[in-house]
Every structure is written in C-alpha cells, then in structure tokens.
C-alpha cells in the first residue's frame, strides 16, 4: 500500500486517537490489500482488486476488533465530511454486528443511506453466521447498499466449480429483503500480513512469507467487490452508487443457489 508509493491519502483513528497509519489488529490491512494490494512484496502474485487505489483508513475497531457502533457511525460521519477533500467514492466495511429488528431503526443502517445519498458506494459484509437463513449481518441488512457473500473457488481459477462458503450468513432480512447481493470469493483469500499484529499471532500457521496472510470470511469477499467498484468508477467516475450497484449485479455470474444465498451470483 506504500511501495512504490504511498497510497494511503489519510488515516483517522477514532480508537487511539494518532495521526499516522497503524494497525494493532491486522484485519484492516488484509482487508485493504484485497481490495488494493499490489503485490509489491511478491513480485505481483498477491494482487488486490484494484491495485492502483487510493485509500483512506478509518480505524474503528480496537486491537482484538471490538469497538462501538458509535465510533463506526462516527467514522462513516467523518468519509461523508471528507469525501471531497479525498474523493472518497466507496466505503468498504468488513464489519458488522446482529441486527435488531428493522434496518429501518438501526442508526448505522441509517449512517450507510446517507453516505450512499452522498454518492459514496457502500459496500458491506454479509457476515459468517451461515449457512442459516435470516443471519445478515448489520449494515448489511439495509436494502440499498451492496452486501456481499462468500463464495468459496475450490482452489481453482475456473468459477464454474464454485461454491458458496458454509459460513457466508444468508437472508432474508427482517425486513423480508433478499440479501447478499452478491458473493465474492472469501475461503482462503491471501492478503497483507501485519508482523506482530493481534490476527498474527492469532493465525500464526496461516502465514504466506513474512508479508502475507491468508483468511477466510466475508471480510474478504467484501473488499474484492469494492475493488471491482472501484474499477468501475474510474471508467465512469459520473456513475451514482445505484449505478454502480446496478452493473455489478447484472453482470454476476449465476452459481445456482437462490437468491437469499448467493444474490444475484459471483462477482
């Protein structure tokens, strides 16, 4: 994400409160090197999405991922008031937690529909309580934004063996809404490694190298869409969110499962 230059535009830490990039937990910077990775540090093997984005961090969550609503609503506030200064276009949020009831009562759902009222794509996990129906994480119960499954690609390159990861929550909503919208891979994604980082040492056997990591979840899959998202927005920068939504579902590849497991199929 530095090499050969720095593509982090900014970092706000609503946890600790400092100014330069860290990350104590090592989740976000698996999740930005799936959506950004360029493969500096493998000769280009472990390649993100769009590994020429830019990013801004926004640190939410604590050293072992866990934090308050109201510090994600505080920093899906601060992309909204910043989103000119950095040209914010997508916010990608491998984050979630049970819903309660409606989106309608949720105020980060409520956060999401403004950022996306901002133009600013929302792209959200669906959450790894699977394979039970009714399971959608939230934000990514809200009807408008992109909610993403896992899909799982078998260890090939080839998507028509492709299946849906047990874990990856299914809908409907509690508002009887389809979701996920879509399933992107998410078994055995590998990603930016943070040496020393909680995940680290948590997955210590899951390493690839000294610079690598691989996980599953839906906190994969989620950045490979936001990836693509933002593949679309520099061909056609003028595209809404609802745009945007609208050319990744159509062009989805079927996978077989109904709607309220896979959406409308593979990325």
Known sequence: LTQPTNRILAFKDLVGGLTEPYDDNGHGTHV?????????????????????????????????????????IAGIKWCIDNRERYNIRIISLSLGSPPSGSYRDDPVCRVVEEAWNHGITVV?????????????????NHPRIITVGASDDNGTQYPGDDTIASFSSRGPTADGVEKP????????????????????????DNGAGTQYLTLSGTSMSTPLV?????????????????????RLLSTARDLGYSPNVQGKGLV
């Open 181 to 204: 919208d879509l399933v992107a891979p998410g078994v055995d994604i590998t990603s930016l490694r943070v040496p020393g980082s909680y995940l680290d040492k948590m997955s210590a």
């Open 32 to 72: 930005a090197g799936c959506a950004a990775g360029n493969g500096y540090a493998s000769g280009g093997r472990y390649k993100g999405a769009a590994p020429q984005a830019r990013l801004v961090g926004v640190k939410v969550l604590d050293k072992i991922g866990a934090g308050n609503l109201s510090d994600v």
């Open 226 to 246: 936001s990836g693509v998202a933002a593949l679309i927005l520099t061909a056609h920068p003028e595209l809404t969110p609802d745009q945007v939504k609208q």
């Open 124 to 140: 959200a996990a669906a959450g790894n309580s699977g394979p039970e129906a009714g399971t959608i994480s939230s934000p990514g």
